[in-house]
């Protein structure tokens, strides 16, 4: 069976043919236990868009999404996008002064939220937001076909703000089908695949799994949240043969005690973004299944992956894979001119599949788009043959006196001590080398290393220079909701944690 081009299929019209082809076989499994056929995902979805429809939201309207997981978030997504309205996702954990920001930029009229975001999401925004609407929504009389097409604009979706503000990226019916399909093909998922996800559904990593499910004819398994003591037990429970994870979830796994689904699980392939490169293999060994790399943001969906039969010769050496073939990478200076093969600069890319801009902010598109590249902020090298290696990102690095030093390098050989639970390393001022480098660590409370013990672990791995002097130990570090640390927020609450970091030259 040819299936359509995505650039050319929006979103109404990938759900109708997939519930025509699949109809009552499962699509979509949550946690507890709920399921729905792909045509009950159809019949659900066109419910959301009669509801909608009575409630006077018209095509372009902007609807906010304000909900912990559930089965509905992804019909309620699919219900405003279908029907040519644009979503908003905001994650469920925002306090009232980050979910207002987003609401008022984005010019949300409407939001769905659950009893988790009720106060908030009224406190955010009392004089916008026309309806507030839970989960239990009536099927109501269906509506007319929506006038959707693959460049309607489906989602404003918020970065994280890891660096700043949040910044929404204007994502259409083309961009999610361009992103299912080329996820659906680097993961070679099928209608005999169960794939998993357990980010928060705010983020960008469930809504492509549910297209590149949807594309694939596959069943999705949708969990409430991230739960490094029970994860593994789900992919067992559920048969799960691929996931994708990403940021620390990997090195929380690893510090989980071996267990029986260890074992006893249907995995035959995980795809990873910031797989722990000194622990790729064990990670392999424990669940029996090969690690891959892949690479994306949000802007520009997925760009590079480590392909199966590239595996291999990738372990453990923090690859990113090759561009895929509906894009191009480079790395370049500081001046955009393309490096040579094992030189360190920025990684842009260009191609197809990619967001239309940051809504309301044309200089940050046009700084983002500079030179005709989409300019990631990551810093990676090449080889001769095009596999791209990850090296960290260009705001974060530390400039210790004449050093530039990559935090992600440190993070990574401190997060394999095994009485690290979970790391972060930033930069602090210094008067006399500009900056200095800090750890915050959260350690096993079985272990507790002690900084002195941390510091002669990674003298041992690295150059003497990129042994962080400032050491802080917390019982747990902030995330964004990709499961980023968020750096920014480190160092907010200064008062309270002075007494408690540790100077190495004291």
């Known amino acids: 069976m040819t299936e359509p081009d995505p650039r050319d299929e929006d979103l109404f019209s990938l759900v109708r043919r997939q519930a025509a082809r699949f109809g009552d076989k499962n699509f979509m499994s949550f946690g507890d236990g709920e399921s729905m056929s792909y045509r009950g995902l159809e019949q659900r979805i066109a419910a959301v868009r009669a509801h909608l429809h009575r409630a006077g939201i018209a095509p372009g309207d902007r609807v906010a999404l304000m909900m912990k997981n559930s089965l509905f978030y992804p019909v309620a997504w699919l219900g405003i996008v279908t029907g040519g309205a644009v979503a908003v996702p905001v994650n469920s954990r925002l306090g009232e002064v980050d979910a207002r920001y987003i609401l008022e930029r984005s010019g949300a009229v409407a939001a769905f939220i659950d009893e988790t975001t009720d106060v908030v999401a009224r ?24 006038g959707v097409h693959a460049g309607t604009l489906a989602n404003i979706q918020y970065t994280s703000g890891t660096t700043g503000w949040p910044k929404g990226c204007l994502l259409t019916h083309r961009y999610w089908q361009r992103m299912g399909a080329a996820a659906a093909q680097v993961m070679e998922l099928n209608d005999t695949d169960t794939l998993l996800t357990s980010q928060p559904h705010s983020y ?55 267990a029986a689904e260890d074992g006893a699980n249907a995995l035959t392939r995980v795809y990873c973004s910031a797989i722990p490169v000194e622990h790729h293999a ?13 690479f994306g943001m949000t802007e520009t969906g997925l760009n590079t992956a480590v392909l199966p039969s590239e595996h291999d010769r990738c372990v453990g050496t923090q690859s990113i894979g ?178 408690r970091t540790i100077d190495l030259k004291d």
């Not at 043969?241 to 620390?248: A, D, E, M, P, R």
């Not at 064990?282 to 892949?294: H, I, V």
């Not at 989409?374 to 290696?389: C, K, N, P, V």
């Not at 030093?405 to 602090?428: D, K, M, R």
């Open 322 to 499: 090759r561009a895929l073939p509906h894009n191009e990478a480079a790395i370049v200076d500081e001046a955009d001119r393309e490096l040579s093969p094992g030189e360190v600069g920025e990684l842009v890319f260009r191609g197809l599949g990619f967001m239309e801009g940051y809504h309301g902010d044309p200089e940050a598109t046009a700084l983002f788009w500079r030179n005709g590249w989409a300019h990631t902020g990551d810093l990676a090298s090449r080889d001769e043959e095009g596999f791209i290696y990850y090296r960290g990102r260009r705001k974060e690095m530390v400039r210790r006196g004449g050093e530039n030093i990559a935090p992600v390098e440190i993070e990574t050989a401190l997060s394999a001590h095994p009485g690290v639970l979970e790391c972060a390393v930033a930069s602090v001022p210094d008067p006399d080398l500009g900056e200095e480098i800090k750890a915050y660590v959260v350690p096993r409370a079985d272990m507790e290393p002690s900084p002195h013990e941390l510091a002669a672990y990674l003298r041992q791995r690295l150059a003497p220079f990129k042994v962080p002097r400032y050491w802080e130990f917390r019982t747990h570090l902030p995330h964004t909701p990709s499961e980023k640390v968020a750096k920014p927020e480190l160092e907010r609450d200064k008062a309270y944690w002075a007494e």
């Open 282 to 294: 064990t990670l392999e060994n424990r669940w029996g299944a090969p690690w891959s790399e892949a």
């Open 204 to 258: 960008i990593d469930p809504q492509w799994n549910v297209i590149a499910a949807l594309r694939a004819g596959a069943h999705l398994v949708l969990l409430d949240s991230f739960h490094p003591s029970t994860f593994m037990r789900d992919v067992a429970r559920f048969g799960v043969t691929v996931f994708y994870c990403l940021g620390v979830m990997p090195t929380l796994l690893l510090k989980q005690p071996p």
């Open 123 to 146: 406190a955010a925004a009392p004089d916008r937001l026309r309806h507030l609407w839970t989960s239990q929504i009536d099927m109501g009389a269906p509506v007319p076909e929506p």
